[in-house]
């Protein structure tokens, strides 16, 4: 039988959520079924870039190397090129620009994972104006592939339900997962001496969040609340990442001696297994990765109450606790609540709520199943 060749499109291998889950895709395929390809679309971003990776699993991979002004126009054409030369059975766009971008392309399934809500997401990236245009657009455009039959999934329930709730759309989910092998359980008799190495305070606890600094991660709140806390001097707000509001946050807050701007770091494993307790303010998700990582480091975590913070929580509810997104007063009061807790216990749930639910083997499992359903049913679900 011959292998289902099944091509990820993408804008370029940006160090970002949806990457990294087609990279735990790809790594855990069984190759003597399916032989996967990567295109992307963009140049690399020299510093920012997970391409070596893709390429140390001994795949094909093909660049189109439009700038990202010219693939609006182009981009169409070239990845029509590309699909031609390889033939693929199953096309899977990473995100819905490179998803557009391979419809030009007419002898493979095309597939997506929608991995956001349009309409919360996109206003934060493209501005609210042009966010709600394109949302609008993708959301039409998903109806009508899905009426010709063409399959799309979340990447969890709680989006499921949304785009059911709010757009009357039946669409599957598969949860995200954590690559446990990167993301490895931390061993608490050596937080000393990696905090010593990263040069954080060795007798307080650590609240740390990683990702995007952008309004919808809304890391504003954790500062608030976390700068409102009494004993606030006996705790560290560790902030990892990058984003369009970082600088104005920074300079905003790192006057405070015990709110630490780390910015973007190659080693999160390492400042994960220095610290305490995870801690994320979003507005809005889609299963959130590093919520996901942190859990899978051994850390409780303490979550806004948005649907998939509480989707993650319903895996094991003792692993940490969430408030009610924008009730600073109480985000105040489980932080202070947390100085008191068994930490260390509440991280061993966390950790075994992920090995049980949420691992990339599973993950990735699921989707190779979806695949050949898809191939059996003649490219629909």
Sequence with gaps: MSKIRIAFVETNCKKNGPIKQTLNIIRNMDREIFEPYLITVWPEELDNSMIDEYKNLGISVYSANVSKKKSIIFGKQAIKKILKEIKPDIVQGVGMPPYRMTLGYKDAVHFVTLRNYCYEDYPDYYGKFMGTVMAFLDINLIKKRMVMGEPFVTCSESLTKMYKNKQNMEIPFIRNGVDVSQYTKRNVNEVPEIRKKLNLPQNKVIFVYSGG?????????????????????EA?????????????????????????????????????????VYLSTSKSEGLPNGVLEAMACGLPVLLSNIPQHIEVLEADSSCGHSYILGDVKRLTGLLEEMLEENLIDMGEKSYKAVMDNFTAVGMSRRYQELYLRIMSKGGKI
């Design 236 to 276: 560290v707000l560790l902030l990892l990442g990058d984003g369009k509001d970082f600088e104005t946050l920074k300079s905003q807050y790192e006057k405070y001696e015990n709110v630490l701007f780390r910015g973007k770091v190659s080693n999160v494993n390492e400042y994960l297994h220095a610290s305490d």
């Design 213 to 233: 600094f952008i309004d919808r991660k809304n890391q504003k709140e954790a500062i608030t609340a976390f700068l409102n806390m009494k004993k606030n001097q």
